[in-house]
């Protein structure tokens, strides 16, 4: 084979290496990228549902419509990621389908608890509501870590591939590599030495024919250029021998050996040049090396970034491990020979018993084996999810369960087995039967304070009304001396007092008895009206009421009228004797969702070692003879406060006025 020939295909194969391992890192970059965003999206869905978890307990808790938004908003970002998930095998396929079965199980049970709860009326200080909460948040928690323990699965299957891709891209770059230099190093050997080696013989050989000896043959035996020399080498010097030694023919040798010298000198420069483009692909192949070890260094620190992302995913089980042992939920996987294949149960009487590979004949009684069984086979048959529930005995105790069983799916395929979950609801149902006892202690304690406000309204006031209109009679139709008649109008008097006293009552218990439905009032409106009422009384006393603006809240109409009547009445009544009096009537907002009504004077003020007692019934701190009234006033507006779901409070000084504040909520819970 020629020199060139030889040289081309060096160069050749060695431009046909770069272009294959160019084509396979990139290749193989294009997977690890792919690879690398699946997983990204992979973990994205498994922190959406953790995100939904703690976005639907909040809805939970407060049952306020911008929680249900916030949650519809990220679920819609959440579906969109689970549509970006690519599988690349059966097994993350199968993973894939479980998180779109999850994803609208999710969606279903977060719209039917949105449903429940937007439709039932609840109380936030009663245990159905915790209850209700606590069944709706362990269900969807249960469909949501499904999710992050597919999403999990899904993101560790494509770490994994990530890693056989480019633990095989290594040892194939190392294989070629290795493969390249050793090729490289036998051409050198063989052409580069060889070619030197040859040119090394032809130059001794021509110094020695060029001294006389004509009988030397040069040992080369080359099929090149090389070669080529060295035989018309050997003819000239045979033809040499033959001819006469002629000036001619001794001329014509000189010629002859002018121009092999300058064919030789020709060639050595081919030669050399040769060896320079040699020398520059071998700077050009060290410089890929060296670009090979920058990229082996980029792989080392991309598997780095591998094993933190793989702790991160250690700590993120260990997260939910801790989170289902937290949530004193039972959850278990069985096949379809219904045994079990996974579990976690909290209870006591499971603590020491490894439930895998075992089934509800080996660790419940026969009775409720049986049930369960059943209602499993329900699920296998049937393929739909199943919700109700059971009482199991374990030894002495029997505790009632909300049981939820749902079927699993070889993705697409058939059923392969179940998942399900137990919330034990003992206490809930011990809480129901107690709520019931003390509702119907409540309607009884209702009925009698009903019948008693009959009472006070006929039965007490009736004796009352004929002593005063005995007592009128015996005034108008009787001759009295003035001590008669003084015992006359003290009795009146006292009857008077007791009527009202009793009508004062009557009203105390009206509050909760007579309560009205709540209705968006405008408490500007009911001030500027109760400003009218006491219109009199502030010019009686050269007062003046200063009302600021008040806002707009869900509250009986009749009772805040009551409520600001009484606070600003006593505040134009307990003035002080040389000063008019001066209310002002002002709000303040306070987070969430409540506001600060305040009614302040410059009045007589108190001792705020009394604050507690004047909200007391018939509490006074003055004498009657100083102040009118019957001391009922500020229990009135204690009870209307605690009616909407507020409180009542007072800053006050002796001379320097008193200041009561209302907390109101802006929005009532009906219940």
């Known amino acids: ?166 633990q095989m891209y290594a040892f194939f770059m190392f294989v070629l590599i290795a493969t390249f230099a050793t090729y490289f190093i036998a051409i050198y050997s063989l052409v580069y030495r060889h070619t030197l080696k040859s040119i090394t013989s032809l130059q001794e050989g021509t110094k020695i024919i060029g001294s006389g000896n004509l009988d030397f043959a040069i040992p080369i035996h080359r099929a090149d250029e090389i070669g080529s020399l060295a035989q018309d080498f050997n003819r000239m010097t045979a033809n040499l021998i033959e001819v006469t030694a002629s000036k001619t023919d001794l001329e014509q040798e000189i010629a002859e050996r002018q121009r092999i010298e300058q064919e030789r000198e020709r060639l050595f420069a081919q030669v050399q040049a040769q060896a320079g483009e040699l020398q520059i692909a071998n700077e050009e192949l060290q410089n890929q090396s060296e670009e090979l070890e920058v990229q082996a260094e980029e792989l080392r620190s991309q598997n780095d970034e591998l094993l933190e992302i793989q702790q991160q995913l250690h700590e993120s089980d260990l997260r939910f491990r801790i989170a289902l042992i937290q949530s004193g939920v039972t959850v278990f996987n069985q096949d379809r020979e219904l045994r079990y294949t996974w579990d976690y149960n909290p209870h006591p009487y499971f603590a020491a018993v490894d439930r895998v590979g075992k089934t509800d004949a080996d660790l419940y009684t026969a009775k409720d084996a049986a049930r369960l069984s059943a209602i499993k086979r329900q699920v296998l048959d049937t393929g739909v999810e199943v919700r109700q529930e059971i009482s199991l005995t374990f030894g002495h105790e029997t505790n009632c369960y909300d049981l939820v069983i749902t079927p699993v799916r070889a993705g697409r395929g058939p059923i392969i087995g179940l998942i399900g979950s137990a919330l034990d609801i003992t206490e809930r149902k011990k809480a129901e039967v107690a709520i019931q006892d003390y509702t119907a202690r409540l309607r009884q304690r209702n009925q009698e304070l009903q019948e008693f406000a009959f009472v006070a309204s006929h039965d007490l006031q009736e004796p009352l009304r004929k002593i005063i209109s005995f007592s009128q009679l015996i005034g108008k139709h009787s001759t009295l001396d003035e001590i008669e008649k003084d015992y006359l109008s003290r009795m009146q008097d006292a009857a008077r007092r007791m009527q009202g006293m009793i009508n004062d009552l009557l009203e105390l218990s009206r509050i909760t008895t007579h309560k009205k439905p709540y209705e968006r009032v405008d408490l500007n409106h009911i001030a500027n009206n109760v400003v009218d009422d006491l219109g009199e009384r502030i010019r009686q006393f050269q007062g003046q009421v200063i009302l600021g603006p008040l806002p707009i809240l869900e509250a009986d109409p009749i009772q805040t009228h009551r409520l600001l009547q009484n606070l600003v009445g006593n505040a134009l009544k307990f003035h002080r004797p040389d000063t008019p009096p001066i209310v002002k009537v002002s709000c303040q907002d306070l987070p969430p969702g409540k506001c600060v009504i305040s009614v302040q004077d410059n009045g007589i003020g108190f001792d705020m070692g009394h604050v507690d007692q004047i909200f007391l019934p018939f509490k006074r701190l003055h004498g009657r003879n100083e102040y009118e009234g019957s001391g009922i006033g500020l229990a009135v507006c204690k009870k209307i406060a605690e009616r909407h779901g507020g409180q009542i409070t007072a800053q006050s000084a002796p001379g320097e006025g008193s200041t009561f504040s209302v907390t109101l909520p802006f929005n009532q819970i009906v219940g």
């Open 1 to 166: 084979m020629k020199i060139r020939t030889q040289f081309l295909t060096t160069m050749i194969l060695f431009g046909l290496v770069l272009i294959f391992m160019a084509t396979s890192l990139v290749v193989t970059n294009l997977q690890v990228n792919r690879l690398y965003r699946q997983e990204k999206i992979a973990h994205a869905v498994g922190q959406g549902a953790s995100d939904l978890s703690y976005l639907a307990n909040d809805y939970l808790l407060h049952g306020e419509s911008q929680q249900r938004t916030r949650w519809e908003r990220r679920f819609a970002s959440f579906s969109e990621q689970v549509g970006l998930l690519k599988p690349t095998n059966p097994v993350q396929q199968t993973l894939i389908n479980n998180i779109h079965a999850n994803q609208a199980r999710l969606q279903a049970t977060f719209a039917s608890t949105v449903s429940t709860v937007e439709n039932t009326t609840l109380t936030p200080d009663t245990a159905i509501e915790l209850a209700f909460i606590r069944i709706s948040w362990s269900r969807m928690e249960v469909i949501n870590q499904g999710i992050v323990f597919d999403a999990a699965q899904l993101t560790q299957q494509f770490t994994d591939q990530m890693d056989q891709l480019r």
